[in-house]
């Protein structure tokens, strides 16, 4: 068995040693450099413009030397991936067709290329940055991805799109102006981490896909922010959500996911939670958006827990038949509370409603927004609060904390869209 092995790396070496680097200089073919090349070669090209189609059949690394450019003429994929283990790095990739249904892209990874790493390329003008399809294991890092702002939103690709493949690897990356940023379906154990995603139909499209990782993304004047949907076993924690005109993130049809220490600050609705179960929700910064939680269609068993819940406009928007206890086990903080801390111990001595009658209406005439501020709209409220059986079912948070986690919050101030941005 050692012998093996040790005959293995002496192969292996070998093939290292034996390793070509092929040169291309402008006016060169990088795709007759592809053919001459072996499996393990490299290939570098010389920064300057290069108007070609380029297919990587066989295990290499295509290098870009100053930032070459590979332009698609606007007609079908400017480079694809056919073999495994292809990393792709320094290279700005353009101008690929608009064909929809032949799914045209900047790099196009089809079934079958394991391992491929993309890094350090501008991805732009095409109308799917980076597709993958059925790979495994990709590496897609530090990439700026900028789509076709020429075209209408329906009309564009998305910045990356994840299909039907595991372990990826998608992380640090500037995505902008495609229609979604990530696109992901039936695909499993990946993580996104670091990626900065704005100006987009949603920041993420994200689907049937489980066992993940979502931290330390900065997603920003979408119309939606995060769109987390039928998935579970997710981990969500310490991204950044603000001025999307809908949602910052959205939880629909999840469940056994634990959703920690996110910012979603400015937005229409900070969280949209539709059909969640068995979820915990603690220590995010929820503050400024029009509306902090939609919460509805059965999202129960959930353990909601040590929030900040903020100078919303509405806190909660709940319609239900029966109220859901949040704060069980440390309570959470709303900026609206108006009870009090008689024996000190941080805990507010009668339960946060965060419906009551006039929030319900508000949810069923929007109009009556232009009154709230109004004499009889406050008896209302307090004749309510009074009489039970005017009572709105609501989230109850029985012990909500007097101060809040988050003693930064201030800095999230005016996040809201503005028009034009």
């Not at 892209?105 to 799917?128: E, M």
């Not at 995505?175 to 704005?198: C, Q, T």
């Not at 108006?338 to 929007?366: C, F, H, I, M, T």
């Not at 988050?406 to 028009?419: A, E, I």
Request: with cysteine; proline share 3%; hydrophobic share 40%.
């Amino acid at each position: 068995m050692k012998q093996a092995i040790a005959a293995l790396a002496l192969a292996l070496a070998a093939n290292f040693a034996c390793a070509a680097v092929f040169k291309v200089e402008p006016g060169g073919s990088i795709g007759a450099a592809v053919s001459a090349a072996g499996a393990g070669d490299t290939i570098e090209v010389a920064h300057g413009d290069y108007a070609e189609h380029v297919v990587i059949d066989k295990p290499l690394t295509l290098r870009g030397i100053g930032k070459p450019t590979i332009r698609g003429g606007f007609t079908g994929d400017v480079i694809r991936v056919r073999a495994p283990d292809v990393t792709i790095e320094g290279i700005i990739v353009r101008d690929s067709g608009v064909d929809q249904t032949a799914q045209n892209s900047g790099i196009y990874l089809q079934p079958g290329a394991h391992r491929p790493t993309v890094k350090d390329c501008d991805v732009v003008h095409n109308l799917f940055g980076i597709w993958i399809e059925k790979v495994d294991d990709a590496r897609i890092v530090h990439n700026t991805i900028v789509g076709r702002r020429d075209l209408q939103l329906a009309a564009r690709g998305n910045g990356i799109q994840l299909y039907n493949s595991a372990g990826a690897q998608v992380l640090d990356n500037q995505i902008s102006h495609a229609r979604d940023g990530i696109y992901v379906d039936l695909s499993r154990k990946s993580v996104f981490r670091g990626n900065r995603i704005h100006h987009l139909r949603y920041g993420t499209h994200y689907m049937n896909t489980h066992q993940s990782v979502w931290e330390n993304n900065e997603v920003y004047m979408n119309r939606g922010g995060l769109a987390l949907m039928e998935v579970r076993s997710l981990t969500v924690r310490n991204n950044i959500a603000w001025s999307n005109t809908d949602h910052g993130i959205m939880l629909r049809t999840i469940q056994d996911s634990i959703v920690e220490n996110n910012i979603v600050a400015g937005n229409g609705r900070g969280f949209f939670i539709y059909d969640a179960e068995y979820n915990t929700v603690r220590a995010n910064l929820v503050t400024g958006n029009e509306v902090g939680v939609h919460l509805s269609a059965g999202s129960g068993n959930n353990k909601v827990d040590g929030n900040d819940f903020i100078d919303n406009r509405q806190q909660v928007k709940y319609v239900a038949a029966r109220d859901v206890e949040w704060g069980k086990a440390e309570g959470n903080y709303w900026s609206n509370y108006s009870g009090w801390d008689q024996n000190g111990d941080g805990k507010g001595d009668v339960a946060y409603e965060a419906n009551d009658v006039v929030d319900r209406l508000n949810g069923q005439y929007p109009l009556l927004k232009l009154l709230l501020t109004s004499p009889s709209i406050q008896t209302l409220r307090f004749v309510a609060r009074q009489f039970p059986v005017l009572r709105a079912p609501s989230v109850v948070d029985k012990n909500p904390r007097m101060r809040p986690l988050n003693q930064d919050w201030r800095k999230w101030n005016d996040k809201r869209p503005h028009p034009g941005d």
